[in-house]
């Protein structure tokens, strides 16, 4: 069963030039990026890390393992998530977490809708008038808290290669914000007939797709309090954002995460024979 007015949308035919010049048709998609870690990385303090391009680094939270398992679990809602998991023999070991976030914000909602009166129909409808719809991605990176890079200069390597991995996580979920998310919600039924076309939406309906970004968001008390009236985010998240995002974990984990992992074995084994790390800040975490 579609959900209420799906399939009842009617476009205010205003004449092609009106609707030109009101921006009807344009995207009204713009790319956000918050990062949920507040202290900035300082790179010259540590070994080297080749951060992405796009990518401001910051610090990530360090946790424990039981900590490490409940992050992955608050999601918007529950999607695949990038981390530095290896798996050897059924074991995994988590390293690193990044969770990203997908949300869509409507900077002044209540200016960007009107009530419409529709000559013989009696349910209200309502309309889009325009302006920023946000494509806003919240990143969070979290690491081991063994892997602290003050306890020695081996843990700072460790620490190099788990944070580097992380941050191509982080690269590629800015990339999703930025460039494939508002793309494809041009192509989305939902997307195209009311937020670009701007036909007109009963207003019950309203309530159920979009009314809930009436209110400021707020991404942590939403990851254990969901609020109502995010359908289309639920339904765009769902069948765009996820499988995107699950895509591209999967893809990062295949080109890089077995080299990594045995890297970082290969620095706990010297540890474990009394040879640490010989590099500094600025040095190369893949040469011993």
Same mark, same amino acid.
């Not at 939403?222 to 591209?248: C, H, K, M, N, Y």
């Given at each position: ?10 476009? /205010?035919?205003? %004449? &092609? ?9 344009? &995207? ?13 990385? $300082? ?6 890390? $080749?951060?992405? @391009?796009?990518? &401001? ?15 992955? @679990?608050?999601? /918007? ?8 998991? $290896? ?42 008038? %325009? ?6 991605? *919240? ?17 700072? *390597? ?48 309203? &309530? ?16 254990? $309090? ?19 995002? @699950? ?31 010989? %590099?500094?800040? %600025? ?6």
């Amino acid at each position: 069963m579609s959900p209420p007015g799906f399939f009842r949308g009617m476009t /205010l035919d205003l %004449g &092609s030039a009106l609707r030109a010049a009101a921006g009807v048709g344009a &995207s009204p998609f713009t790319p956000r990026i918050e990062y949920l870690n507040p202290s900035p990385l $300082q790179p010259e303090r540590l070994p080297r890390i $080749q951060i992405p @391009s796009g990518v &401001s680094p910051r610090m990530p939270h360090f946790v424990d393992t039981d900590r490490l398992i409940r992050e992955k @679990s608050r999601q /918007l809602p529950p999607l695949a998530s990038g981390s530095s998991v $290896q798996v050897r023999g059924g074991l995994a070991i988590t390293r690193g977490l990044t969770m990203a976030h997908f949300y869509l914000d409507f900077p002044d909602f209540g200016a960007q809708w009107r009530e419409v009166n529709l000559r013989g129909l009696t349910e209200p409808h309502c309309q889009f008038l %325009g302006g920023n719809i946000q494509v806003v991605v *919240a990143i969070e990176v979290f690491v081991l808290e063994s892997y602290r890079p003050e306890v020695d200069s081996t843990n700072s *390597a460790i620490f190099a290669l788990v944070l580097e991995h992380e941050l191509h996580h982080v690269r590629d979920s800015i990339d999703l914000a930025v460039s494939f998310m508002p793309a494809r919600l041009l192509g989305d039924e939902l997307s195209r007939r009311y937020l670009i076309d701007r036909q007109s939406i009963e207003r019950r309906s309203l &309530s159920y797709y979009f009314e809930g970004h009436r209110l400021p968001r707020n991404v942590e008390t939403e990851l254990d $309090q969901p609020r109502s009236g995010l359908g289309f985010e639920t339904l765009v998240r769902g069948s765009i954002w996820g499988p995107e995002a @699950s895509r591209r974990a999967d893809a990062l984990h295949a080109l890089e995460l077995q080299r990594y992992a045995d890297r970082i074995q290969d620095l706990e084994r010297a540890r474990v024979n009394g040879r640490l790390w010989r %590099g500094g800040p %600025g040095g190369d975490p893949w040469r011993d």
